[in-house]
Nanobody, 127 residues
């Protein structure tokens, strides 16, 4: 089991940058594939980016490709989402999620695939 805590959200102007962090508990953090999702007001939660257990493979939603970068540091039990060139439509609550999937290069993109979730952090991009 792993507990997840997000941080780094806030208010930023369009074109700006933020870096979100997701700290995980437990000694088996590296066994988990990880992902970032977001939910805007009145919309369903959507996949943003995912990374495999090792950090070697990642995938992104088309809407954030080239602007966002997902990474992880297993020694620090932490995953990151570097967000650049932010747009007002990126405004949402951002959630990190984890599923137990060691030694697999597959990136999970469905909300139902993930077993553990953080509480979310608000990102607001002003125009």
């Amino acid at each position: 089991q792993v507990q997840l805590v997000e941080s780094g959200g806030g208010l930023v102007q369009a074109g700006g940058s933020l870096r979100l962090s997701c700290a995980g508990s437990g000694r088996t953090f590296s066994y988990y594939a990880m992902g970032w999702f977001r939910q805007a007001p009145g919309k369903e939660r959507e996949f943003v980016a995912g990374v495999d257990w090792s950090g070697d493979r990642s995938d992104y939603a088309d809407s954030v490709k080239g602007r966002f970068t997902i990474s992880r540091n297993n020694a620090k039990n932490t995953m990151y989402l570097e967000m650049n060139s932010l747009r007002p439509e990126d405004t949402a609550v951002y959630y990190c999620a984890a599923l137990l999937r060691p030694y697999s290069a597959q990136i999970a993109k469905k909300e139902a695939d993930y077993d553990y979730w953080g509480q979310g952090t608000q990102v607001t991009v002003s125009s």
